[in-house]
């Protein structure tokens, strides 16, 4: 099918709807609507000729010309196999306070006209057996006579018959106080979720979490013994206590998508822009277990998010949109507006944190103690793992000998917090690079040359767990090239210029080590080779507008020379059919691997997904490719000797052979042309060999099934299946994207306004996939830190967004206005690095530090130490 600028978006979503087929399990549709046209054999990629180049994204026409779509575009009758005859529309009554009894609901200000066809109430849940998700906490439904468990928790569930009523009832309810009738007061309760996370160190004993068989009975004596030494000031020491606030991950498109629930074959169809399409599914199976509703299938048909970076991580829109669905006579539409996504969405959990920092008067760091207490909501989410990162992160850039760290997040019927923007670690680099700059000034040391004594490095150094360094952080570089760069060199004189037009001016320097991955991930990929020679990459991976999509579209050049012509992301079905198991057994089953798939979470695609994509293309290289250009070359060069230019394979004096004749020659030996891999990483690949057709070989996956097609997948025979070390699964976290930055900020001490003027960024990226997507990234991230630290706010009690009344109106984020010059540097790899790193976040971590730290050289040493530092706040300090 040909798409044109004449193909209204409507049109083609009916042009695409009428050749799909929704079938069992996660499949994409934005894929297809990406690559709807299909390239003659001899073309290769229009977005990316050249292999491991793009010319634009991979979706950059749809995103021009209008056919990228969402899961708000979508309609019922898009859909080939739903009814055709519209849909029903879905609105949730929510709670705007969680302190009070409900005593009732009332929907009798609705007229006649405008009531719903169906009520869903706790009651109702209750008389359908439903239950709750495997990953809530409370009821879906606040119940008659208790308080609300959270802000934003629906009292009831109303279905509309169209979408005028829906519209017109709606602006009857939202707002209205009579709906939901309160009572007496009542009390709260706040829990610490588990697992709590406490790490201890002491190099002095040879005491660590990894390493000591002894930690968890002398974990407290130890801890102790950190603290006495750090009370009694053996060292000088620099303690703050700090708070950073709930922000809101301002979705492009708040949370929306289509449900339907077919009785006869007890399926669920879900349409939805999800981060986690594979866990949406099966936590929405858990919900009509043993129900009246019996589900024997789902199909979730995963769209472009239109904006995710943890926000949409275990969300529970998906389960309620579940739940609703067999309530409904037809397919069940859910469209949230910004201010209920404001009010119920997940956010960066607020966080209270304290931290002691113990450096000798030479300036080498002694001792830390930090303790951090986040906010996590009625609902667990990643709450508990966001704050183990932040206990993880607390050393930052540094060897420090002895820590003490502890980390928890509370339940609280407060706003739900969530894993976005950083993971826990933007709250520990506050606090260390700005105790640092404190104690450079105190000691008198040049805040580059303490920081200069400090620092990790490969084989050199360990992490809070007491981790090695398994990466080259290319540190020395990264501080030398900050340090000599002319907005520091010139600090001073520009100081005195902007003093003389009536301006505060500072500049700020911070490092951070942002960690992505996580102790153990899984991955799946696979890469299909169709007879016309085009190539499709399948994955479950999503892509949330960081540009994914366009990263794993150039993987399969590594190997097989040509980018994808298409890629389907969010795609669990041709994994979940291989049928693999991750529970260890005696002897080992054929078909065990360390760990299934990985969410899209935590910087995974550039090194986890883009590994897996490319080691596809290898097997079918070694399985199908090499075995056809030696029957052609009538001659067995090793695949060591092979090359691709100019659309060519080459090896040594043998004439070079056109991708063409290739595919024909592997087509008429019966070759595979598809591979499905899985990879396990814990610090470091599992790996495994394989027999291919052209000999065996040691790669590092520990899974290949190929097939001549996607229905045909066998698995490869495996041999000497190499696991990493045992004990690499307590290391906590391997893989780093370190990034330094300085940050130029101006005050008016008149107003207090603070402006940012310009921002230097030095990354160890590793090796770069697409360097324009790692700019971006870079810009985007800058602009979230911006707004970080000086805008954003969702204030936890009854005035911030859990009384549904916010919209952009009251939030406030950064413009471009606000954004300031900037100059982003990206080291050149280490030397022997081969792989990228995950710098979804990288670039924003240290800016939170420098700009505090500008701050602090702009008012001759005041500290800001709760977030957003506003102009009040500024002119307060001044006084």
């Known amino acids: 099918m040909d798409i044109s600028s004449e193909v209204t978006r409507r049109t083609f979503l009916k042009v695409l709807a009428s050749g799909a087929t929704v079938s069992l399990s996660v499949t994409s549709l934005t894929a297809l609507a990406m690559n709807a046209s299909r390239p003659r054999m001899t073309e290769v990629p229009e977005w990316a000729p050249e292999p491991g180049k793009a010319r634009w994204r991979i979706d950059g026409m749809q995103k021009v010309l209008g056919q990228k779509i969402y899961a708000r575009d979508f309609k019922a009758r898009d859909f080939k196999d739903w009814p055709q005859d519209g849909e029903y529309f879905l609105y949730a009554v929510r709670c705007d306070r969680y302190d009070q009894v409900i005593d009732s609901y009332d929907l009798s200000m609705l007229p006649k006209e405008l009531q719903p066809v169906a009520v869903i109430d706790a009651a109702a849940l209750v008389a359908k057996k439903m239950n709750l998700a495997s990953n809530m906490n409370s009821p879906f439904l606040a119940t008659i006579g208790k308080p609300a468990d959270f802000f934003g928790q629906p009292v009831v569930m109303l279905i509309f018959a169209s979408f005028d009523i829906y519209r017109h009832a709606v602006k009857i309810l939202q707002f209205n106080p009579d709906v939901i009738s309160y009572g007496a007061k009542e009390s709260t309760k706040r829990t610490v979720y588990s697992p709590a996370t406490s790490y201890v160190r002491d190099d002095t004993q040879n005491f660590n979490y990894v390493y000591s068989a002894d930690y968890q009975t002398r974990q407290a004596e130890v801890a102790k013994q950190i603290k006495a030494s750090i009370d009694s000031q053996t060292w000088p020491t620099f303690a703050r206590t700090f708070y950073t606030q709930t922000i809101d991950p301002m979705f492009m498109e708040p949370e929306s998508g289509l449900a339907w629930y077919d009785p006869g074959p007890q399926q669920l169809n879900l349409v939805l822009g999800t981060q986690s399409p594979t866990g949406d599914a099966y936590d929405a199976a858990g919900i009509f277990e043993n129900s009246a509703y019996p589900v024997k299938d789902i199909d979730l048909v995963s769209c472009y998010p239109g904006g995710g970076f943890g926000g949409r991580d275990q969300s529970y829109f998906s389960m309620y949109l579940s739940m609703a669905a067999p309530f409904s006579a037809k397919p069940l539409r859910w469209a949230q507006n910004r201010f209920e996504q404001f009010q119920i969405g997940l956010k960066r959990c607020e966080t209270h944190f304290r931290e002691t920092l113990a450096v000798d008067s030479s300036g080498m760091i002694q001792a830390i103690d930090c303790n951090f207490t986040l906010n996590g909501g009625d609902q667990k989410n990643l709450s508990p793992y966001v704050a183990q990162l932040a206990a993880l992160s607390s050393m930052s850039c540094y060897n420090i000998p002895r820590a003490v760290a502890t980390a928890s997040a509370m339940q609280t019927p407060q706003l739900l917090g969530g894993s976005q923007r950083g993971f826990g670690g933007p709250q520990a680099f506050i606090a260390i690079e700005t105790l640092l700059d404190e104690a450079a000034q105190a000691l008198k040391i040049d805040p580059f040359a303490l920081r200069r004594k400090n620092l990790l490095a490969k084989n050199r150094g360990a992490t809070v767990t007491g981790a090695p360094i398994l990466q080259d952080l290319q540190l020395d570089d990264m501080l030398k090239r900050l340090e000599q760069h002319p907005l520091w060199q010139n600090r ?84 979940d059919a291989l049928n693999l198991t991750t529970k260890p057994a005696t002897p080992t089953p054929p078909n065990y691997v360390l760990k299934s798939s990985g969410s899209s979470s935590a910087c995974l695609g550039a090194f986890y997904q883009y590994h897996v994509v490319e080691q596809a293309g290898l097997a079918l ?259």
């Open 492 to 575: 001073a004189a520009t100081q005195q210029a902007k003093k003389r037009e009536g301006l505060l001016y500072g500049v700020g320097f911070a490092m951070s080590n942002e960690a992505y991955g996580t102790s153990g991930d899984g991955m799946f990929g696979a890469v299909q080779i169709e007879p016309t020679g085009t190539i499709t990459v399948y994955t479950p991976y999503v892509d949330m507008g960081n540009g994914a999509a366009t990263a794993l579209g150039l993987a399969p050049a590594a190997y097989l020379g040509r980018n994808a012509n298409s890629i389907n992301m969010g795609e669990t079905q041709l994994f």
């Open 621 to 879: 290289i070694l399985q199908s490719l090499l075995p056809a250009a030696r029957a052609l070359w009538k001659a067995e060069p090793p695949a060591s000797a092979l090359s691709w230019k100019d659309n060519r394979l080459h090896a040594g004096d043998l004439p070079s052979l056109p991708w063409s004749a290739l595919i024909k020659q592997a087509m008429r030996m019966k070759l595979p042309m598809v591979a499905v891999v899985h990879a396990s990483y814990v610090g470091a690949f599992a790996t495994a060999q394989y027999a291919f057709t052209s000999g065996a070989a040691t790669v590092p996956l520990d899974y290949i099934a190929m097939g001549a097609t996607v229905d045909t997948l066998q698995p490869l025979t495996r041999s000497q299946l190499n696991n990493p070390p045992v004990i690499n699964s307590k290391f906590g976290r391997t893989t780093y994207a370190p990034c330094g930055s300085l940050v130029a900020a101006t005050i008016n001490p008149e107003s207090g306004q603070i402006a940012i003027e310009s921002v230097v960024s030095v990354l160890c990226a590793g090796v770069l996939h697409c360097p324009q997507m790692v700019s971006g990234q870079s810009q985007g991230a800058i602009a979230m830190a911006i707004g970080n630290v000086l805008l954003e706010h969702c204030p936890n009690n009854e005035s911030g967004p859990g009384n549904g009344t916010w919209n952009l109106n009251k939030y406030a984020i950064a413009r471009s206005t606000d954004i300031p010059k900037q100059e982003l540097v990206i080291l050149p790899p280490a030397p022997g690095e081969t792989t990228a790193r995950g710098i979804a976040e990288a670039v924003m971590c240290p800016i939170a530090p420098s700009i505090l730290n500008a701050l602090a050289m702009a008012t001759g040493g005041q500290r800001y130490t709760m977030l957003p530092v506003t102009a009040h706040n500024v002119l307060e300090s001044l006084k």
